[in-house]
């Protein structure tokens, strides 16, 4: 069986020379064969996949619990329906607790859970990633972009 990798070398201890660790799980940890519809990992790709849940809970697990309206000024660029929108995935999802306090006027808390903070380590990882390669992508985009201008005389998407 071979062992599937998701964290970062600096947490993850010493790779083997067949590329296997320690303390990470196995395939069948995951829910099965890694390329089946029913695998874990899958979840976690998803969760990730919408950039605003994945910058609600990053702004949370960096800044602590917040307000709603306090949340929307630090995340920026997004209205009061998106951010209540990027705000229900992950509470559906079990990542982030909203409190309501019992006061007048009602105040609600919007926290990480458990399963949000530990999320927290791979946004940082894909944002490590990013930094060191967000260059190299976008430069490849703008060639892709002018090779197929280039043959086709009109940009297509």
């Known amino acids: 069986m071979h062992t599937v990798r998701w964290a970062t070398d600096r947490q993850d201890g010493p790779i083997k020379e067949d590329g296997a660790t320690d303390d990470i799980g196995t395939a069948a940890d995951l829910g099965g064969d890694v390329f089946a519809a029913d695998c874990r ?5 998803e969760v990730l996949a919408n950039r605003r849940d994945s910058v609600v809970v990053y702004v949370l697990g960096e800044q602590g619990p917040m307000r ?4 929307l000024t630090r995340v920026g660029g ?29 105040r609600v808390d919007c926290t990480l859970t458990a399963a949000g903070t530990a999320l927290l380590d791979p946004i940082r990882a894909l944002g490590s990633w990013s930094a060191a390669h967000g260059d190299a992508v ?3 985009r703008e060639r892709f972009d002018r090779d197929r201008t280039d043959r086709s005389g009109a940009a297509r998407p």
């Open 78 to 106: 997004i209205s009061p329906k998106v951010l209540d929108q990027a705000l229900r995935r992950p509470e559906y999802n079990g990542l982030v607790e909203r409190r309501r306090d019992a006061e007048a006027p009602p």
């Open 41 to 45: 990992a899958r979840i976690a790709f």
């Open 68 to 71: 709603p309206r306090t949340l």
């Open 138 to 140: 976008l430069a490849a």
